[in-house]
């Protein structure tokens, strides 16, 4: 169930000062265009926990991620949880086929996004195909992500399942951080371990296993790769 949120209006805010500019869906778009584009958009905070969109919900906005980490899953029939990604600042969610969200979206920590109405911004993308174009090669990321993620969960050993995480989070973090042997786990070992197919003992045993063996150092919120070269051979493995 949706929880109560609070929401900023967008007065005082523009387009031009947003932090992930750069790299968002909004990247294609011109100064004269950016100004127009800001009106379309409210800024929303979410605490801790707090859902986003749910899946099955009927679509009715899109969210660009300005602040914060989200965990994005589906849950099984039998009550399962399947994270299916994690969506960091400049993702851009909830656009699909179905008229319908196929996975909910919850914020890991304090969240902040900006949301669209979903008819005035399709309105806007009507006569804009270089901000299609933009959508269309976040979604074709989003598909090779898809991918990664399904032969990960084939048969790969949990040793290789973790390893193959940790790069390619940190390798996510590169363009928001740059590039750093420390990375920071924002998410809970639940959450990794329903990432990944694994349970919640075979994580923790293999976090134990990597920093006995000199590849990682578990840190408060985080670790850090102490023999990287270690970690990648387990991952290409």
Not at 14 to 31: N, Q, W
Not at 113 to 140: S, W, Y
Not at 161 to 187: Q, Y
């Amino acid at each position: 169930m949706r929880t109560s949120v609070v929401t900023i209006k967008p007065n005082g805010y523009f387009c031009t000062d947003c932090a992930v500019r750069g790299f968002a869906v909004c990247s294609s778009l011109d100064a004269a265009e950016l100004r127009a584009f800001e009106h379309l958009g409210r800024r929303v905070h979410f605490a801790t926990g707090e859902t986003v969109f749910s899946e099955e919900d009927i679509t009715t906005s899109f969210y660009n991620l300005l602040e914060g980490v989200m965990r994005l899953y589906k849950l099984l029939p039998d009550g399962r949880r399947q994270i299916v990604g994690f969506a960091l600042p400049g993702d851009f969610l909830g656009m699909n086929i179905s008229g319908r969200h196929n996975f909910s979206g919850d914020a890991i920590g304090a969240v902040t996004v900006c949301q669209f109405a979903k008819a005035p911004f399709g309105r806007f993308i009507e006569d804009r195909p270089h901000l299609l174009r933009r959508i269309n090669e976040m979604t074709i990321r989003e598909l090779s992500q898809a991918r990664d993620h399904m032969v990960l969960l084939g048969r790969r050993s949990a040793d290789e399942k973790v390893a193959t995480f940790l790069l390619g989070w940190r390798e996510r973090l590169f363009s928001l951080e740059g590039l750093s042997n420390t990375v920071p786990l924002p998410m809970s070992r639940q959450d990794i371990a329903d990432y990944l197919g694994l349970t919640i003992e075979t994580v923790s045993r293999t976090f134990t296993k990597l920093e006995r063996h000199g590849a990682i150092e578990i840190l408060h919120g985080g670790i850090s790769l102490r023999d990287p070269a270690r970690v990648e051979a387990l991952a290409a493995a």
